[in-house]
C-alpha cells in the first residue's frame, strides 16, 4: 500500500504561483505512475497532470503551458509547479498514484486563486 501526503496548497492572486508537493511511502518503489487530480466545488474529479516512470506526461489542456509535474524518484516525491494562475484554478488538489494496479489518493490540500 502506497501513503500519500501533499503539501503546499494555499491562497494566491491571479497571476501567481504554487508548487505542490506529494511524498509516497510505503510501497513507493513500485509506483508506476504518479500525478494530481483536482476538484472544484459541485464538479467532479478530474486530472490535471500525470507522469509515469518511464517519464512520460500527460497534461489538461486548461493547464498545458502553466503547470509542470516533476518527481524525485529517490525522495519518492512529485512535485507540481503552477504558474499564472487563474481563478478557474481553485480547486482542491489531490495527489494520486498507481502501483501494479492499486489507486492511493492523498488527503488533498486547498488552492485558492482569488480575482
Known amino acids: 500500500q502506497v501513503q500519500l501526503v501533499e503539501s503546499g496548497g494555499g491562497l494566491v492572486q ?3 504561483s504554487l508548487r505542490l508537493s506529494c511524498a509516497a511511502s ?3 518503489r513500485s509506483i508506476n505512475a504518479m500525478g494530481w487530480y483536482r476538484q472544484a466545488p459541485g464538479k467532479q474529479r ?3 497532470a500525470l ?3 518511464g517519464g512520460r506526461t500527460l497534461y ?3 493547464v ?4 509542470t509535474i516533476s518527481r524525485d524518484v529517490v525522495q519518492n516525491t512529485v512535485f507540481l509547479q503552477m504558474n499564472s494562475l ?3 484554478d481553485t480547486a482542491v488538489y489531490y495527489c494520486y498514484s498507481d502501483s501494479r494496479g492499486t489507486t492511493s489518493w492523498g488527503q488533498g490540500t486547498h488552492v485558492t486563486v482569488s480575482s
Open 14 to 16: 491571479a497571476g501567481g
Open 26 to 28: 510505503g510501497s513507493a
Open 51 to 53: 507522469l509515469t516512470s
Open 46 to 48: 478530474d486530472v490535471v
Open 60 to 62: 489538461a489542456d486548461s
Open 64 to 67: 498545458k503551458g502553466r503547470f
Open 86 to 88: 487563474k481563478p478557474e
